[in-house]
């Protein structure tokens, strides 16, 4: 005969309820640090790519500005901000600046412009195609899980170039007078160069002692000459490094280019920058003194050193014309740091100021 035995009841576990809630609150927590390392990350994926996209928007156009040709600035910005996003779409809100190529509106001048002789600030922010609700936001995955509202977020980003007259730079070792780039009226306005053919003659220049400012070495008046130039001593394979500003002694007294080094023929199709001097001085004894103001791009068709020629010089072989360099004045831009003092004459340099 069986025997018949109540079944113990087990007892009600009172943590089952808790385990729920702590899987909730888990829950919570990981869709939490889900939206942190998720959405968040993709906020400064976006950051990133707009802020670099607007460090070379605004490099482009400040480096077109030096040289000399702003072209469609807002074009300019927009292709290379689209150029660092990664789905190649970024909104540009602004392109403004100041500077004597620029044709934009003004807008608050950034810090750091001191010594430019332009300057250019580009905004961008979220441009998201791919967001078929707005597309000026950043789309959230797992924000609006725990907050509706929370569907995503605008992202913007500015940057500010500028481009002004270099401080130092590596040039060859030959001076130029200022009154060459105005035909003997004195320095040019900030940004203008001559357009067309130049002619340099070797000493022809500003002289300090008679006050002369046409072109003329000493104040004598051998006409029809166009500029007028003279070599520099302490070249190193007819290289110098020159910082505007200062005055450098002159080389001999000479046309021939070998006594500094130099060989001509490297020079025929090339730019080279030339140091600019406003004043020479002429002592009693001793070579010349050149007071350097700023640097200028000078790209060679040809010369006639002595009886030495390249190209086709239009200079003839007289004795108030030995020696003469051909060709255009240029501008030129370099990216780099720090804005010279004096006259902007064309060799410019490129830099992020914000």
């Given at each position: 005969?069986?025997r018949?035995?109540?079944r113990r009841?087990?007892?009600?576990r009172?943590?089952?309820?808790a ?5 909730a609150?888990?829950?919570a927590v990981?869709?939490g640090?889900?939206?942190?390392v ?6 400064y994926?976006e950051?990133?790519q707009?802020q670099?996209?607007?460090d070379?928007?605004a490099?482009?156009?400040a480096?077109?500005?030096a040289?000399?040709?702003c072209?469609?600035e807002s074009a300019?910005?927009?292709h290379f901000?689209?150029?660092?996003a990664?789905d190649e779409a970024?909104a540009?809100?602004t ?7 620029l044709?934009l509106?003004t807008c608050?001048?950034p810090p750091g412009v ?5 300057w250019?600030t580009?905004d961008t922010?979220t ?9 000026t936001?950043?789309e959230?995955?797992l924000?609006?899980v725990?907050?509706?509202?929370n569907?995503g977020?605008?992202?913007t ?6 481009w002004g007259p270099v401080?130092?730079t590596?040039?060859?070792p030959l001076a130029?007078?200022t009154c060459a ?9 900030a940004?203008e ?8 003659y070797?000493?022809g220049g ?7 400012n ?8 051998w006409?029809g000459?166009?500029?007028g130039?003279g ?5 190193d ?12 002694v002159?080389g001999p007294?000479t046309s021939n280019p070998d006594?500094v080094?130099c060989?001509?023929?490297a020079w025929?199709?090339?730019v080279?920058?030339l ?7 002429d ?8 007071h ?9 068709t040809?010369y ?5 020629t ?7 072989w007289?004795f108030i014309r030995?020696?003469c360099?051909?060709?255009?004045f ?10 010279g003092d ?5 060799v410019?340099?490129?830099?992020m100021?914000g």
């Amino acid at each position: 005969m069986r025997r018949l035995t109540r079944r113990r009841r087990q007892p009600r576990r009172p943590d089952r309820g808790a385990v729920l809630a702590w899987a909730a609150v888990m829950l919570a927590v990981l869709l939490g640090v889900g939206a942190l390392v998720i959405d968040a990350g993709a906020l400064y994926q976006e950051r990133r790519q707009l802020q670099n996209g607007a460090d070379a928007a605004a490099l482009a156009v400040a480096k077109d500005c030096a040289e000399g040709d702003c072209r469609n600035e807002s074009a300019t910005a927009t292709h290379f901000a689209d150029e660092n996003a990664t789905d190649e779409a970024s909104a540009v809100d602004t392109v403004c600046g100041e500077g004597p190529e620029l044709t934009l509106g003004t807008c608050a001048e950034p810090p750091g412009v001191g010594g430019a002789s332009g300057w250019v600030t580009v905004d961008t922010s979220t441009d998201n195609p791919a967001n078929t609700g707005d597309d000026t936001q950043v789309e959230f995955l797992l924000a609006p899980v725990l907050d509706a509202a929370n569907v995503g977020r605008t992202v913007t980003a500015s940057a500010s170039a500028a481009w002004g007259p270099v401080e130092a730079t590596e040039t060859v070792p030959l001076a130029m007078s200022t009154c060459a780039l105005t035909d003997g009226g004195g320095p040019p306005p900030a940004g203008e160069l001559p357009d067309g053919h130049a002619v340099l003659y070797f000493h022809g220049g500003h002289d300090e002692q008679t006050g002369a400012n046409d072109c003329f070495w000493e104040g004598l008046p051998w006409t029809g000459q166009d500029g007028g130039f003279g070599w520099l001593d302490g070249a190193d394979d007819c290289e110098l490094v020159i910082r505007a500003g200062t005055a450098r002694v002159g080389g001999p007294d000479t046309s021939n280019p070998d006594s500094v080094g130099c060989d001509p023929d490297a020079w025929l199709g090339e730019v080279v920058v030339l140091p600019v001097y406003d004043r020479a001085h002429d002592p009693t004894s001793g070579p010349f003194h050149y007071h350097i103001s700023g640097f200028v791009g000078f790209r060679v068709t040809a010369y006639r050193f002595g009886t030495v020629t390249g190209g086709s010089p239009d200079c003839t072989w007289v004795f108030i014309r030995r020696s003469c360099i051909e060709g255009e004045f240029t501008t030129i831009a370099t990216v780099g740091s720090g804005f010279g003092d004096g006259p902007d004459y064309g060799v410019r340099v490129v830099q992020m100021i914000g």
